[in-house]
């Protein structure tokens, strides 16, 4: 569980940086539990601390109380429950509570292996800065996608390139990992909820300069997808032109510098008992 009063790890070459994994949840109550097994059996193996966050954004159906039953022998798992307002709402509300050298985004699912977590992990603490795991990376491979979701989805890449992100093949996959301290900063100046919020962050973070490499993965495509093709490919590109138009008013460059973090809200964030 999340404890009251938790401070920032004090920094130590000796010993390996710690990962707080944050698992932002809509109704998946019929995908967690084989994802969580999953986590719990690999971070088992691996030489370095992890607890994980699971933030139900508003979930209509059981997520809270499997979250809850897997916590009673998983002290590493705490659960976070905030009202319905979308992934990059449930993310940041992740980012805020935690307390790792690292973090590192997951989808519920698991679409990507769960071993490649160390991958992004260990490209974070090599750059310094945002590890991102891309399905169009060379060496990256792709599993039972249907046709037309590629396309489109190489279509709304097309468009986040041209007008804001040049050179990033994949935004959208939603495996990423990077130095608390930077999703801190990038979370303190995020203004989207939705599902553009990758986009969103990764255009901060290129804007203040920290250094994004993109990591290729295998990934499986999973049935039952949250992302609804016709209403959320047009939400996303109202996003993506929001994220434009905030980057050429200059809106990310506001705000505290990166070691001023996000002050109180951060705090009181991890203060938050698991529910």
């Not at 809270?64 to 590493?76: G, K, L, Q, S, T």
């Not at 250094?211 to 109202?238: C, F, K, Q």
Request: a negative charge.
């Amino acid at each position: 569980m999340l404890s009251e009063g938790i401070e920032k790890p004090v920094e130590d070459s000796l010993r390996p940086a710690t990962l707080s994994i944050i698992i932002p949840a809509f109704n998946e109550a019929h995908r967690l539990p084989e994802s969580l097994r999953q986590l719990r059996t690999w971070l088992a193996s691996q030489p370095f601390t992890a607890d994980v966050l699971v933030v139900d954004d508003g979930s209509s159906d059981t997520t809270a109380e499997i979250v809850r039953e897997v916590m009673e022998d998983w002290p590493a798992l705490s659960l976070i429950v905030v009202p319905h307002a979308g992934k990059g709402a449930a993310v940041r509300a992740g980012v805020l509570a935690a307390t790792g050298d690292l973090v590192a985004f997951a989808d519920a699912d698991f679409s990507m292996p769960v071993g490649e977590l160390e991958r992004l992990r260990a490209v974070a603490l090599d750059i310094g800065g945002v590890a991102i795991a891309s399905r169009e990376a060379s060496g990256a491979h792709r599993y039972g996608e249907p046709w037309y979701r590629h396309v489109m989805g190489r279509v709304f890449n097309r468009v986040v390139q041209l007008l804001i992100l040049p050179g990033i093949q994949d935004t959208q996959c939603g495996f990423k990992c990077m130095p608390r301290e930077i999703a801190l900063a990038l979370c303190q100046r995020q203004t989207i909820s939705g599902w553009g919020f990758d986009v969103e962050l990764l255009a901060i973070a290129r804007r203040h300069g920290f250094a994004i490499r993109e990591v290729p993965i295998p990934w499986y495509y999973m049935a039952n997808s949250r992302v609804r093709l016709g209403h959320d490919t047009l939400s996303m590109l109202h996003e993506v032109l929001r994220i434009r138009a905030n980057c050429q008013r200059g809106r990310y460059s506001r705000g505290p510098e990166l070691s001023d973090g996000l002050g109180d809200e951060a705090t009181t964030a991890r203060n938050i008992h698991a529910r």
